[in-house]
């Protein structure tokens, strides 16, 4: 294709696909533009808030809010949105995402197709930094899906009727609270459990008395005592519950591994597991990862860590942070790959500024025609 072509090409792409155009009010702010010629891409980028829906109550603290910075990637008329989510605990926040993003220099790939080398490009400017990389990622992932007019999911050559049914949160919370969560989750077929403080037991049982779906548990490195730790997998065992995510503290290693060998029920890796190289150690303790984009520097190393996790035997789960639709949508494009899918970050928010995934039947699903991440910018 010339570039006559490929810019008229373009022109009709971006015009099927930007449904309704954004209106970050902070964009040209906080923006750097890499460069203005045409056929450079341009990145800009504004921090977004997002507002919980309930405080989010974890074995180690509480919050109401996440900071998070919105993206977008142009070239030639199309555009590709990312994002990246800060939750505190991960060491990266606004200021540091902004940074990040401000020193990059995207306008000197001529070919956005090569992936591999902005990766490389993006770890050489600094070291960790993950959900700033992601959110480039993902923006540049949703760029190249328009620019080829196909979702990921195809471009990956995935059956979308193989994703998993996903969670949905329960944290921890008062009882009447939880009653009202587990009210609130009835579409969903699987109910994932925050746990970590001494009312685990008593949170299970609240859950009991109104449903039987299957429970998936998430201990948050919350049980520091391997002979407690046991107990409780026993304990859940009896009561339909998949796996245990995390149940001790990430350096925890030599103990984790002993209750792999006692356990009746999978353990899977959170904290522990960030990158790619991290697959082959989390192997050495637990029988499966939980993949999230925010950690993997986004969908290019988080789908090289789901085929090698699956090489050596190992589950899978794909989980999210409080995200939006932006982020959530992205990752889903992975789900037929996965055993578990844990992607709720988008209900969790009360001002996702994004349309995308759906839950349906207890099944994630991306919108299956339109091209990129899937995911688009809501008016307002
Ligand atoms: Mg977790």
């Known amino acids: 294709m010339n570039r006559r072509n490929f810019l008229k090409r373009a022109a009709t792409i971006?015009?099927?696909?930007?449904?309704a155009p954004m209106s970050f009010s902070a964009f040209g702010e906080a923006t750097k533009t890499s460069s203005s010629n045409l056929g450079r891409m341009k990145l800009t980028f504004a921090p977004y808030e997002l507002q919980l829906r309930h405080a989010f109550n974890l074995a180690r603290y509480s919050r109401t809010t996440t900071p998070d910075v919105l993206v977008q990637l142009e070239l030639d008329g199309i555009t590709g949105y990312g994002e990246a989510s800060m939750p505190p605990y991960l060491g990266e926040s606004v200021e540091s995402v902004t940074n990040f993003l401000s020193q990059l220099d995207l306008g000197q790939f001529t070919d956005p197709f090569r992936i591999a080398d902005i990766h490389e490009y993006m770890?050489?400017?600094?070291p960790d930094n993950r959900a700033a990389k992601a959110s480039v990622d993902i923006a540049l992932h949703d760029l190249l899906g328009k620019i080829m007019?196909?979702?990921w999911y195809k471009i990956w050559g995935l059956n979308p009727d193989k994703a998993p049914n996903t969670s949905f949160t329960i944290g921890i919370d008062k009882a009447d609270v939880v009653r009202q969560k587990v009210d609130e989750?009835?579409?969903f077929k699987v109910l994932k459990v925050k746990m970590g403080l001494d009312n685990d037991k008593e949170l299970v049982e609240i859950i009991r008395e109104k449903t039987d779906v299957p429970i998936c548990v998430d201990a948050n490195q919350g049980w520091n005592d391997k002979e407690k730790a046991l107990e409780m997998c026993h304990w859940l065992a009896e009561r339909n519950c998949l796996f245990v995510e995390q149940p001790m503290d990430k350096t925890q290693i030599d103990e984790t591994a002993w209750l792999r060998e006692r356990s009746p029920l999978p353990l899977i890796a959170d904290e522990f597991m960030q990158r790619l190289p991290d697959v082959r150690r989390a192997a050495e303790a637990y029988d499966g990862i939980n993949i999230k984009l925010m950690k993997s520097t986004g969908l290019y190393e988080a789908h090289q860590m789901a085929e090698l996790a699956?090489?050596?035997?190992?589950?899978?789960?794909?989980?999210c942070m409080t995200e939006t639709s932006c982020g959530v949508t992205a990752a889903a494009q992975l789900a037929p790959m996965v055993d578990w899918a844990d992607l709720d970050g988008n209900l969790l928010i009360a001002n996702d500024p994004f349309d995308g995934i759906k839950i349906v039947d207890g099944q994630v699903r991306v919108p299956l025609d339109r091209p990129g991440i899937g995911a688009v910018p809501l008016e307002g």
């Open 14 to 19: 971006g015009a099927a696909v930007t449904v």
């Open 123 to 126: 770890e050489s400017v600094a």
């Open 149 to 151: 007019n196909q979702p």
């Open 185 to 187: 989750a009835a579409p």
């Open 310 to 319: 699956k090489a050596l035997g190992m589950k899978v789960m794909l989980g």
